[in-house]
């Protein structure tokens, strides 16, 4: 457990000895545990940090509603403390909206950018989809009004079970940086990034799809995007620790800037 002047517990599992640094963030209602296998195949001869983001693992959650520039600054901090003038920056789902941002606003510290199945985009909605949450917005309303007339809680009760994703009623203390970082649309961060930048990215992820990698691909102008055959949003679960490392591997050690 790393312990700085900022926040004492912010939980971090250093891994290796190597002079490299590499900064691992994981996603969304996880910990550094579920990159632990990936982070032990990069650790060779790199010094591998993998972090429990505030309000994650054994970190402590964050005062005040953080979106992904306050995540991106907290990191930068825990770089600071630590004496790391630059490292790469790791990222999977939620973790991959750190590390943009971390990339758009702290060029100098991010040398290389690996993006997982990078959370930042907004998908594209269908005409059907776009209905059906205009209906589920009139619905709310119309909940909470009648609650506030009758006294009632049948948007705790009825509403929220029914019509909320699985994250969000998972969130508990957590709920307001959830819907403020899932609205986050960091197009023109990404634009902005200039950290040569490897995405990983499964055909069969339903919760970030390709076309989201491919957007970014677009946008961050020096991209490569890997299509990973089979692979869903944790493309690194089981043997695939393994193929995330053959592509990321030599990516790290190409030549740094």
């Known amino acids: 457990m790393s312990k700085d002047k900022h926040q004492e517990n912010l939980n971090v599992v250093r891994l290796g000895d ?3 640094p590499i900064i691992m963030l994981h996603g969304w209602g996880v910990s550094h545990k579920t990159l632990y296998p990936l982070g032990e195949l990069l650790s060779l001869d790199t010094d591998v940090h993998l972090v429990d ?4 693992g054994a970190s402590s959650q964050p005062e005040g509603v953080w979106g992904s520039y306050e995540y991106a600054t907290r990191m930068i901090r825990y770089m ?3 004496g790391i003038e630059a490292a790469d920056i790791i990222g999977h789902s939620f973790g991959g909206r750190v590390a943009i941002m971390m990339a758009s606003r702290y060029p100098e510290r991010v040398g290389k950018a690996v993006l997982i199945a990078s959370a930042g985009i907004i998908p594209k909605r ?12 009139a619905m709310r309303a119309l909940v909470k009004g009648t609650d506030a007339v009758f006294k009632t809680s049948l948007f705790r009760n009825r509403f929220v079970p029914r019509y909320a994703s699985r994250d969000y009623l998972a969130a508990g203390d957590m709920k307001d940086i959830l819907v403020k970082t899932v609205n986050e649309d960091l197009s023109e961060e990404a634009v902005s990034v200039k950290a040569p930048t490897l995405m990983l990215w499964g055909d069969k992820d339903l919760e970030t799809p390709l076309s989201c990698g491919q957007r970014l691909n677009d946008l961050i102008v020096a991209s490569t995007l890997v ?3 089979g692979k869903d949003h944790n493309p690194f679960d089981g043997a ?5 490392a053959h592509h990321i ?3 790290l050690g190409e030549e740094r800037r």
């Open 18 to 20: 190597g002079k490299n």
């Open 53 to 56: 983001l505030p309000g994650f």
């Open 126 to 137: 269908s005409f059907r989809k776009n209905c059906r949450i205009s209906a589920i917005k």
């Open 240 to 244: 695939g620790a393994h193929l995330c």
């Open 227 to 229: 299509t990973l055959q």
């Open 249 to 251: 591997i030599p990516f």
């Open 80 to 82: 600071d403390d630590n």
